[in-house]
């Protein structure tokens, strides 16, 4: 009897707004969210106000669109306690596939058909090399580290091989618009700002109704609203949302929307968390392990045929160092290594942190060397931060 | 008496309010060889942990006397130099490493005893394998001191800790178990060792194996509930005395409805051996049948194979298993929980730290791991109010005492974790229920509760299998019990007036004797 009036206190004190669990991550985040401003004012008043102006910002987007695809994957495969090391010579990889058939294939003449051949050409050859690398973790049970570091030799050396250790390029006009065109600003203003109004009604409408957590509320809201209101600043002030930008915050939403509604988000969960009790709670652990490698490749592809759109051609040694880029923007979104802890927003947070700094010192004159040494550096603290603040 | 070696006055340990050893008193004499039993559970490992250590000075309470002196652990190191060793169950030794390091390279000094402060001086392999030879010359032991602990066997193995043990000038030996993993040859070959050794060592002396009890001990202790219950000349007493006393709590008034349960059974096991990987047997010809509605208790020592049993019809054990797994008049071929599951078999795990519970989640993620396809609601997503419903009731009917379902399991006590693993495994209501050890350090309250789950789930027409070490427990739920002993099974016994010590005598290997 004793717990079913300690049960009810418990729903009626979310519906009074006085839980005390989660406002401490609510400060903690809060704490992230206003460092980073204060250092995008920091890099706008060195870099003699450049910095924080639309069309630098819309630059900003685009550059960390390939980095935002990859993490987005990575945060799956970490969510498992694994780890891809190959995203970036799978990155390479499609990249290539795809350029080598818009020139050697000629379907660059083909316009838009090319393109999109093009395009599902780099995504199959990711998921071909997810799918491998899945079926290696999952059914053979080998550890994701040696797997993915096999992969990620055996993907740069067929990277070379296809390309004749040669940049090939250019793209036709139809693939290179991925990169280079734009939603137009009007239809921009009105995709963002229905995103914004319709965000932060639905939480209002359950805040008022008790059907969310306040605490959560104020957050999700929260971060919808700073974001997209950035987004107006940014895209409405300077040609519209970039096409790449637009796809890879649809790869995030949906991440966010999996690892929240389905089975299989929850399953990438519990198999982080405990492997031994998920496999003994009847979760395919295997099935869905398989999934998310092939998922991570799948979206290594994409982020393949971006990075080539971008530079409008593709060379060999493209997307190097882009897994570790990936997984430090996981790890700084508060994802935890060992699996069974972590969110695709934190993620798509630590990938702004690793592009502001970016391109933040690139625009202050810092060398790239010294750029180097800095991010390192942040990485570490960041994580080292985040954790203290879990302990307390 | 300023003669005995050790003794042990008014010890009392608890953990988080529940008491291991609630009152222990005893006295050894020097030279002699004491026998400890004690059902599971009974406080034998916990005073063992006292005296190696583990659990230091100032986490219980009571007077340990050692050689005439209250000892003071702070560590395991200290219980060692102080002359007190144990050999564990699972022996401690370093299979890559060769039986002359695993001897002396704990120690200081490994070469010669002389000091060298070099951490980086090489190894002197001749003067090492020497030292080795002479210690198993002394004590008469026939091992080869150059050779990798992983090639021994088992038997080996101990002669090599006890050696270490008499190295480190150990007054008092402790063997956890030590015939477990023996054969009846190699059991000889200790007892001949053991008695050889005793104008040398004292021994404490624990197993489960009253026949070799009776041979090799002076005097046996009796632990019940964590009081010492009886100290007996083994001259003066006989095993049916023994086992009287070790199982001799008041029962618990048993207000089992006896029924009658006829028809076929739900599920059947035929005739199921088990191998482990290295070709070892671990079940043989196991046969068991239930039917619905029915609690089929399994009761057996430990290392009987009661929950390898469980975990080989499940296909969740290495190795290789033959026979028949039978349900419904099917056979079925499970590779996994997950199949079990779906064609109404599941499981609850022992261990619900390591192989049942997700800790650091929440409540309801662990509630509803197991429903999840019982969640969906249109277009494949969770439905997420249908959730909070489901784990609402859940909590409710299991009675779990928590603040909010978004609570990390964590933070729960024993009892209540025990009753969210119940929760989440009966939730999509199975046809056939295994349990095993369903109250492992649950506090009383709750087990009483968890009892009264299970007996619900029974009259509901859930067919229960429970596993445990516990003779009270099992007494008290089920309608018949088998007893298992090294991986056979040996007495099917319908639950009317049985008692503890028939059970007990079937699993000690009384009825069918060494």
């Known amino acids: 009897m004793e717990s079913r009036v300690e049960l009810k206190t418990g729903w009626m004190m979310n519906r009074l707004g006085k839980s005390k669990i989660n406002w401490k991550n609510y400060e903690r985040s809060m704490g992230a969210v206003i460092t980073v401003i204060l250092v995008a004012l920091l890099f706008h008043y060195w870099s003699n106000e450049a910095f924080l102006t639309s069309r630098n910002l819309s630059n900003l987007s685009r550059q960390i669109c390939v980095n935002l695809t990859l993490a987005v994957g990575m945060t799956l495969v970490i969510l498992t306690s694994g780890i891809d090391l190959s995203v970036g010579s799978v990155l390479a990889l499609s990249g290539m596939v795809s350029a080598l058939t818009q020139v050697s294939l000629h379907w660059a003449n083909l316009g838009p058909y090319g393109a999109v051949l093009s395009f599902l050409c780099a995504l199959a050859v990711g998921g071909l090399c997810g799918g491998i690398t899945g079926f290696s973790i999952a059914k053979l049970k080998i550890t994701p580290f040696i797997v993915t570091l096999g992969m990620m030799v055996i993907c740069r050396g067929m990277t070379l091989i296809i390309s004749g250790a040669q940049a090939v390029a250019p793209l036709g006009e139809s693939l290179g618009a991925l990169s280079s065109d734009y939603l137009s600003p009007f239809v921009s203003l009105i995709l963002l700002s229905t995103t914004l109004v319709a965000t932060v009604g639905y939480y209002a409408v359950g805040f008022i109704k008790g059907r969310v957590l306040p605490d959560v509320a104020f957050k999700n809201a929260g971060a919808v609203a700073l974001l997209s209101g950035l987004g107006i600043y940014v895209f409405c002030g300077y040609r519209g949302i970039p096409y790449m930008v637009l796809i890879s915050l649809l790869c995030a939403a949906v991440g966010i929307f999996v690892l929240k509604y389905t089975r299989y988000g929850r399953f990438l969960y519990a198999i982080g968390g405990n492997r031994e009790a998920a496999e003994l709670s009847g979760v395919p652990v295997a099935k869905a392990l398989w999934l998310t490698y092939f998922l991570m490749g799948i979206l290594a592809g994409l982020a393949g045929v971006m990075d080539s759109a971008r530079v409008n051609g593709s060379v060999p040694s493209a997307g190097e160092l882009s897994e570790l880029d990936a997984i430090a923007a996981v790890v700084i979104g508060g994802t935890s290594l060992m699996g069974g802890v972590g969110t695709i927003a934190g993620t798509v947070f630590g990938v702004l942190v690793m592009g502001i700094l970016n391109n933040g010192m690139s625009l202050v004159g810092i060398s790239e060397h010294y750029q180097k040494v800095f991010k390192g550096v942040v990485i570490v603290v960041a994580v080292y931060l985040d954790l203290r603040s879990k302990k307390k | ?514």
Request: glycine share 8%.
């Open chain 2, 1 to 514: 008496m300023p003669s005995s070696l050790l003794s042990i006055s008014h010890v009392k340990k608890s953990f988080d309010g529940i008491f291991a050893l609630r009152d222990v008193n005893f006295e050894i004499q020097k030279g002699e060889c004491v026998a400890l039993v004690g059902e599971n559970g009974a406080g034998k490992s916990t005073l063992m942990k006292i005296l190696s250590g583990v659990w230091p000075h100032g986490t219980y309470e009571g007077e340990v006397v050692f050689e005439g002196k209250t000892i003071r652990h702070t560590d395991t190191l200290k219980a060692r130099k102080s002359g007190i060793s144990i050999i564990h169950q699972e022996l401690c030794l370093f299979p890559k490493l060769t039986v002359a390091e695993n001897l002396f390279l704990t120690e200081a000094f490994p070469y010669n005893g002389e000091p060298s402060q070099k951490l980086a001086e090489t190894v002197r392999w001749e003067t090492l394998f020497e030292r080795a030879d002479a210690l198993f010359k002394d004590l008469g032991f026939e091992v080869d001191s150059r050779v990798l602990v992983e090639d021994l066997s088992v038997a080996k193995r101990q002669l090599v800790e006890i050696a270490k043990a008499f190295h480190h000038q150990a007054k008092l030996l402790i063997l956890d178990e030590p015939t477990s993993a023996l054969s009846h040859a190699e059991v000889r070959h200790l007892f001949n060792v053991i008695q050889r050794m005793r104008d040398r060592m004292t021994f404490i002396y624990i197993s489960h194996k009253l026949d070799e009890v009776f041979e090799l001990a002076d005097r046996i202790i009796v632990l019940r509930d964590g009081q010492s219950v009886a100290e007996l000349k083994k001259s003066e007493t006989n095993p049916q005395e023994i086992i009287r006393y070790m199982v001799g709590r008041p029962l618990q008034v048993a207000e089992r409805v006896q029924k009658d349960f006829s028809g076929s059974p739900i599920f059947q096991v035929d005739d199921l051996k088990h191998f482990d990987e290295q070709g070892k047997q671990i079940l043989d010809g196991v046969n068991l049948q239930i039917r619905k509605g029915e609690v089929l208790g399994i009761a057996g020592l430990m290392g009987s194979g009661r929950s390898e049993l469980l975990r080989s019809m499940l296909g969740i054990l290495p190795g290789k298993r033959t026979g028949k797994v039978i349900l419904e008049g099917e056979e079925v071929y499970w590779q996994g929980v997950k199949e079990s599951m779906n064609s109404g078999v599941a499981f609850v795990p022992e261990d619900r730290k390591k192989d049942g519970l997700f800790l650091n989640h929440a409540i309801d993620f662990n509630l509803t791991i197991t429903l999840l396809k019982d969640l969906l609601g249109k277009i494949w997503t969770l439905d997420l109010d249908s959730e909070k419903k489901k784990v609402t009731s859940l909590i409710r009917s299991m009675r779990v005492k928590c603040g909010s379902p978004l609570q990390s399991v964590k933070s729960l006590s024993g009892g209540n974790q025990q009753k969210i693993l119940l929760a989440k495994m009966v939730a999509r209501s199975p046809k056939v229920l295994l349990l095993d050890e369903p109250t492992r350090g649950v506090d009383i309250g709750a087990k009483e509760e968890i009892y009264d789950i299970i007996r619900k789930l029974a009259a509901s027409g859930m067919s229960v299998i429970l596993v445990s070490s516990e003779l009270p427990e099992i007494l008290l739920l089920s309608d018949r019990v088998l007893v298992l002993r090294e991986g056979r099974p040996v007495g099917e016994l319908e639950n009317i007036s049985l008692t503890q010590e028939k059970v007990m005598s079937f699993a000690a290997g009384e009825y069918h004797g060494v």
